[in-house]
Antibody, heavy 120, light 107 residues
Framework: QVQLVESGGGVVQPGRSLRLSCAAS????????MHWVRQAPGKGLEWVAV????????YYGDSVKGRFTISRDNSANTLYLQMNSLRTEDTAVYYC?????????????WGQGTLVTVSS | DIQMTQSPSSLSASVGDRVTITCRAS??????LNWYQQKPGKAPKVLIH???SLQSGVPSRFSGSGSGTDFTLTISSLQPEDFATYYC?????????FGGGTKVEIK
């Protein structure tokens, strides 16, 4: 069965960096685009970034463009999110999600999420 | 960017009720509209993709309709496990965007 397990969250000061990881199993990781989606406490869902199956294409949400970098290692079945210049408004649960099999850019499997808290 | 507007933001309903949630896109998105259910403390779960395609394993009481800018999620007979928050999401273009959510509560 498909499993996505995020790690790397924690408390970090504004302006600092953090790298999240998402370990994937149960499907052919190298065949699917992968996403990061976040949810601030008590708020709705916000898409963060997507990377194509081979890593050649990357797209970002407006609020993280230029600060966050999505990447993947298909040999290790792992997705990453490098977050630089963190702001208090980046505080959220970060989910990795798999691109859907029935069409582009929807999310058919999600991880359990990892909490990032940006605070001084 | 494409803005997604859901209504209502919350509703109260009873078990067995028919429930309808609407989602409007600021620009035409063809049928690139997806619906998710989220329960407290859990990751979202896809219910419907590309406007009306039921995700495998999702009960048939859930259905989706619409195209262009106006879409609907219908629960034909609300069950106790359906009390949750529902989100629409457009997959037509990046940045991908979600509606603000509809919280379905017990009356």
């Amino acid at each position: 069965q498909v499993q996505l397990v995020e790690s790397g969250g924690g408390v970090v000061q504004p302006g600092r960096s953090l790298r999240l990881s998402c370990a994937a199993s149960g499907f052919t990781f190298s065949s699917y685009g992968m996403h990061w989606v976040r949810q601030a406490p008590g708020k709705g869902l916000e898409w963060v970034a997507v990377i194509s199956y081979d890593g050649s294409k990357k797209y970002y949400g407006d609020s993280v463009k230029g600060r966050f970098t999505i990447s993947r290692d298909n040999s290790a079945n792992t997705l990453y999110l490098q977050m630089n210049s963190l702001r208090t408004e980046d505080t959220a649960v970060y989910y990795c999600a798999k691109d859907g099999t029935g069409g582009p850019f929807y999310f058919d499997y999600w991880g359990q999420g990892t909490l990032v808290t940006v605070s001084s | 960017d494409i803005q997604m507007t859901q209504s209502p933001s919350s509703l109260s309903a009873s078990v067995g009720d028919r429930v309808t949630i609407t989602c409007r896109a600021s620009h035409s998105i063809s049928n690139y509209l997806n619906w998710y259910q989220q329960k407290p403390g859990k990751a979202p779960k896809v219910l419907i993709h590309t406007a009306y395609s039921l995700q495998s394993g999702v009960p048939s009481r859930f259905s989706g309709s619409g195209s262009g800018t106006d879409f609907t999620l219908t629960i034909s007979s609300l069950q106790p496990e359906d009390f949750a928050t529902y989100y629409c999401q457009q997959s037509y273009s990046t940045p991908l965007t979600f509606g603000g959510g509809t919280k379905v509560e017990i009356k």
